[in-house]
């Protein structure tokens, strides 16, 4: 055996392709089988001139590697025994790949800043970590003023003055310190309260807040477009009425119902017997509130609300229990499509 043609022998390992775990096992015994191609080189060598020995050896040795690393390589790509390769079937149906769906919240969110969107409000997205100032002070709730109890809040521990908003509320300030009016935004978004978790309330929810701050907006203004809202929204049919309230940065203040869109107004358990649900907070932006940002209050006025999403999605889509939609259950999170 010369080393030409031991040279011929590396050439064909290199250039050996297999589209098997059979073809594979064939070319590992013709190599290193009992009775294969190495073993006949050693025993070859055995033979050979003490003057070749040495290159003789060395060249069989790279044989030996070489073939022993293609079968490595060969069947590191998949190509051993059982492998898929030898199974496979290509007229078998594939597998089908499951499609992810918006979260219903995500959907009834999108929906609801597509209405105000098409009437001119933009989009503007604050943080979830807030601190003192902008979740309360600049709102016009003082320290020790009894409204900071309406809102059970999560302090960071080691400094009181940042927490996790309880409203998006906050972001009206942060908008209005930076923006000269007219101002016409929307702020989706998520809010947190150290409420006990049930079906009716969780401690995560979401809410988007509106503000639109020019010369002369009045009252009627801010109705008009909420009645707006709720037709687009929830159907030209729905019902709605107005009851006043108090929020610390609103005077006036109110509260927005609809009519219950599953008993039609007529009672149920959803809206306790009542035919109304609410849906939102609302108001004249307080002047203090104005001044708060440096924004003239014998000048500009303007309105404000705060529209809760997982009220209106569960009214939507006929959902029970507030504590579903954080749970990403898929068998429940794949009932939803988005429109
Ligand atoms: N921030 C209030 C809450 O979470 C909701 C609200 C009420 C927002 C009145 C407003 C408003 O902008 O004008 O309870």
Redesign the pocket.
């Known amino acids: 055996m010369g080393s030409e043609e031991i040279e011929g022998l590396l050439e064909e390992i290199k250039s050996f392709q297999a589209s098997s775990a059979a073809e594979v096992e064939e070319f590992r015994v013709r190599f290193l089988g009992k009775k294969g191609v190495l073993r006949e080189l050693f025993a070859q060598l055995k033979e050979a001139d003490a003057s070749s020995k040495k290159e003789l050896g060395q060249l069989i040795n790279q044989v030996k590697e070489s073939a022993e690393q293609k079968i490595a390589a060969l069947k590191n790509a998949g190509i051993e025994e059982g492998s898929l390769i030898d199974v496979l079937d290509l007229t078998l149906p594939g597998v089908a790949q499951n499609l992810g769906t918006r979260h219903p919240i995500s959907i009834i969110k999108n929906r609801m800043c597509e209405i105000f969107e098409k009437i001119g409000f933009n989009i503007s997205e604050g943080p979830e970590i807030e601190t003192d100032w902008y979740n309360f002070t600049a709102l016009n709730i003082p320290e020790d003023h009894p409204a900071r109890d309406?809102?059970d809040t999560f302090f960071l521990q080691t400094n009181p003055d940042i927490l996790l908003r309880?409203?998006t509320?906050p972001q009206?300030i942060r908008v209005m310190e930076s923006t000269k009016p007219p101002i016409r935004i929307i702020c989706p978004g998520r809010v947190y309260r150290n409420e006990t978790i049930s079906a009716r309330a969780h401690c995560i929810f979401h809410?988007i807040?509106?503000l639109y701050i020019d010369e002369n907006v009045s009252f009627a203004d801010l109705k008009q477009t909420l009645f707006h809202f709720t037709k687009e929204m929830f159907g030209k049919e729905t019902k709605t009425r107005f009851r006043p309230s108090y929020?610390p940065?609103?005077e006036p203040?109110a509260e927005m119902d609809i009519s219950c869109l599953i008993c039609k107004g007529k009672g149920c358990s959803v809206c306790k017997n009542s035919g109304w649900v609410e849906i939102l907070?609302?108001?004249m932006v307080d002047p203090a509130v104005l001044e708060n940002c440096n924004i003239d209050s014998t000048k500009y006025s303007g309105f404000?609300?705060?529209l809760g999403v997982e009220r209106p999605a569960m009214l939507t889509y006929r959902i029970n229990d507030i504590r579903l939609f954080f749970e990403n259950d898929i068998r429940f999170l794949k009932q939803f499509q988005s429109a």
């Open positions: 309406m809102q309880t409203h509320s009206q809410q807040e509106g929020f940065f609103t203040s907070g609302c108001g404000a609300f705060g």
